[in-house]
């Protein structure tokens, strides 16, 4: 791995970061919207694992540390953000018969957490996803100077599933730019 920083959109990703234990940069990329031909970038992507994941590839089930970076590009309400999180969560669990009163309670406790909020240029939103499926934290920095920490735990396992699909997910994860990315960076690493 490389100990320089990776730059997307010109947003700095350290190449490594220390949750439980040190996490590699292991993909990147955005997200974004075309309208009217024009393309808009909403956030820069950083996902972080233990190197150790190529040895246990099996469809993002491997039971390794995850931590995701999102820095904003486009301002966008906390409100706007969640609602596609919780859209994207609800009718995935739904489509396998998993969406419950549990689910339900614990989705609608994340999107509280960011419906107050306002996502400024250079905020920055993390996802904790350790190696047990639950419980994942979530984190929010404003881009205002001074602003500390806001975080919140997610304790029901199929909600932290499908939110690290949002991401991970492959064909219907929010960035495809991050799965080809970490994709390319996995395939580079099994062939050492």
């Known amino acids: 791995m490389s100990s320089e920083m990776v730059t997307v959109d010109e947003i700095p990703f350290p190449p490594q970061i220390t949750v439980a234990k040190p996490l590699s940069l292991l993909g ?22 233990e ?3 190529v040895k246990h590839l099996q469809q993002w089930k491997a ?33 396998v018969d998993k969406y419950e009163e549990e689910e339900e309670e614990a989705l609608e406790k994340v999107v509280d957490f960011f419906q107050s909020k306002y996502f400024k240029k250079d905020s920055i939103i ?13 984190g929010f920095v404003s881009a205002d100077e001074g602003k500390e920490e806001a975080k919140m735990k997610v304790e029901n396992a199929n909600v932290v599933e499908m939110i690290k699909k949002w991401y991970l997910g492959g064909t219907r994860g929010v960035s495809p730019s991050i799965i080809s990315s970490i994709a390319n960076t996995l395939s580079s690493n099994l062939s050492k």
Do not use: C, N, W
């Open 51 to 53: 190197p150790d994941v």
């Open 63 to 95: 039971p390794v540390e995850k931590f995701i970076r999102v820095v904003v590009i486009k301002e966008i309400k906390g409100s706007q953000y969640g609602v596609q999180l919780e859209s994207f969560v609800r009718d995935s669990l739904a489509a």
């Open 28 to 49: 990147h990329g955005i997200t974004d919207i075309e309208i009217h031909f024009l393309q808009i970038k909403f956030t820069a992507i950083g996902v972080y694992m």
């Open 126 to 138: 993390t996802y904790y996803f350790p190696a047990t499926s639950a419980p994942a934290e979530i």
